[in-house]
């Protein structure tokens, strides 16, 4: 993934990647919690911890999604506005 700044893709992977750890402590750490209880449940419980997490990185893809989508109409806008000016000459 490039984005336009070089400080900014490096936040933005950072942020990623401590989504994704979040999303996993999460899971563990409720897997634990709930396996004197059962299996079944401890395994329900590691899907409700991983939940918190999953949204940062679905929340993260997408403004990722967003900022490809916006270099991408530049990058045609450019591009129309140079045919526009090579059809009027």
Do not use: C
Request: aromatic share 16%; glycine share 6%.
């Amino acid at each position: 993934m490039k984005l336009s700044s070089p400080l900014l893709s490096l936040l933005i992977n950072f942020l990623l990647g401590a989504s994704w750890a979040f999303a996993f402590m999460g899971a563990v750490i409720f897997f634990y919690l709930f396996l004197h209880v059962g299996i079944f449940y401890s395994i329900f419980g590691s899907f409700l911890g991983a939940i918190p997490g999953l949204f940062l990185v679905l929340l993260i893809e997408y403004f990722i999604m967003r900022q490809e989508k916006l270099d991408e109409l530049k990058k045609q806008t450019k591009l129309l506005e140079k045919l526009v000016e090579q059809k009027e000459l």
